[in-house]
Structure formats: C-alpha cells, structure tokens
C-alpha cells in the first residue's frame, strides 16, 4: 500500500508504529464503519472487526459500506472484504458475533486500542471495563445530535463514575434491562448539557427513544464525523500525541462550534482544554 502521502505530516517511524497497531473495532455500523475505513488508509497494520448484525435499507441513509447491494449481508463481512480491496497487506479478522462477557476477553488480546462504536450499553459497559482491566485504551463517542469523541485511559475516571451509573458497582452478570435504561437516560442528561440539542431533536422524541419506543434517530453528517474523529483519537493514541480524554469533544457541525465536555463530579485534567482550544 503506498503511504507516500503521509509523510511529511507524520514521520517514516510514526508510520512504521502505525503499521505495527493492532486497533479493535467494535461496531461495524456508522461511525464504526467509518472510523475502520480511515484506520486502514492510514496504514494501520492489524485491524479486528466485531459485528453481529446485518445491513438493511434503514441503514443506507449513514453507513458508508451500506448499499442496496449489501441489504441483508453481514456487516463484518462486507467492511472486511472492503478494507482488503484498500490494503491487501492489512491483517484483518472479522468476527460475526454480539459482545458479552463470553467473548470479550478473547477480543481484547494482542490490541493496542479500542474503538467502542456499538450503541447498546451492556455491551459497552462488558468492552470497556475488561479494556480498563487490561490497560488498553478506549475510544468512544457521546450520544448526541452533534459529533463528538472521547477517551478512556485505565487512570481516566470511567463514565460509568462520572455519570452515576446505576451499574457502577455491579457485576455485568447482575446488570439489569433497567439499569441500562437508566445509564442510557443519565449520558443523554450529560450530552444534552452541551450546546442546545432541543434545537435540533424534539423532546417528545428523546422521551421515545429512552423509553424503547421509536429507533435513535441518525444523520449522516453526525455519524461520519464522530467516525472521523473516533479514527483520530485512535490515530493519537498509537503515536502517543496527548488526546481528548473522558470529557471529550463536541463539534456543533451547524455553527462550527468546537465545546470541551465538562465531567460532572470530576475535575478536568488541564490538558483536555489545551488540546481544544491551543
């Protein structure tokens, strides 16, 4: 694969510790289909997908490797065949299954980062505790109408302690449907804390989608963005450039407003305002 245009922008011995990360996707839908497309252009050397689902036409509006073509065909296995046609030098494991706890230890092995786009909470909650357990660094984005990104580290507080989970100190064998629920309502409180949201996503459906009765709603620009972004922490992690962190970003793409997360509870670490604003 010729990378010949990356350099300049990054060295000859930043591209070499890109070719040897080994970076997990989880997630192969919007942002996780993006952000694996751009990991693989970039030059990374091992990626490992992770999606049990298939494509349908109610994704085509927002997933880049969706087409009418790819209805009803595995999502892993349409993004990998995908990624070897960019790099036929990449090595690439697609695996076909859910996350849980049955699983995601065998994931986690030999991984230097993590990227968390899935958009069920248990699932994320299983993948970012054991990734935290290990040491491996997380890459995640916030639910909400804007982009946005952000990092865990093992030293980081964890979303589950800054937002108060419900689920913060039970065993994930012992998670219930509604401490989910919960956990899900109380990220929507802290993203929807950022920006004015309500300008753009009525109440009537927020309250819908909390209470299971109508699909997160998803627009293309907000999804290939936040994919965009999750790639470029990813990108900083490998290289040791300093990230996000657990505040995280927010991008307003209607008025090109760039927000830092501010953690409830939780002191923000200097760095995270240095790395928004310079």
Not at 23 to 43: F, N, T, W
Not at 120 to 145: G, N
Not at 166 to 189: F, M, N, Y
């Amino acid at each position: 694969m010729d990378l010949s245009r990356n350099l300049g922008l990054i060295s000859s011995e930043q591209q070499e510790r890109l070719r040897k990360a080994s970076i997990l996707v989880c997630g192969c839908g919007g942002m996780g289909g993006v952000c694996a497309e751009i990991l693989a252009r970039m030059g990374i050397g091992r990626i490992v997908l992770v999606d049990h689902d298939r494509f349908e036409p109610s994704n085509v509006n927002r997933q880049i490797h969706c087409t009418t073509a790819s209805f009803g065909k595995l999502k892993a296995k349409v993004i990998a065949k995908e990624l070897r046609r960019i790099n036929p030098e990449l090595d690439l494991t697609a695996f076909v299954q859910p996350v849980g706890l049955s699983n995601v230890s065998g994931l986690l092995s030999e991984v230097d980062v993590v990227v968390n786009a899935m958009d069920q909470m248990l699932p994320s909650i299983c993948l970012e505790r054991e990734a935290r357990r290990r040491k491996i660094p997380i890459v995640d984005a916030w639910i909400t109408p804007f982009a946005s990104v952000f990092t865990m580290r093992h030293t980081d507080p964890h979303w589950e302690e800054f937002l108060g989970f419900p689920t913060k100190s039970k065993p994930e064998t012992e998670i219930t449907e509604e401490d989910c629920r919960q956990a899900l309502r109380k990220e929507v409180d802290f993203t929807f804390s950022h920006f004015d949201p309500l300008r753009h996503v009525s109440r009537k459906k927020v309250a819908q989608v909390l209470a299971g009765r109508a699909p997160r709603p998803s627009l293309a620009p907000v999804v290939w963005l936040s994919g965009v972004l999750m790639a470029n922490e990813a990108f900083k992690l490998i290289l040791g450039i300093p990230e996000v962190g657990p505040a995280g970003i927010f991008y307003d793409q209607y008025t090109h407003r760039l927000m830092a997360g501010k953690l409830p509870k939780v002191k923000r670490k200097k760095r995270f305002k240095r790395e928004v604003h310079g």
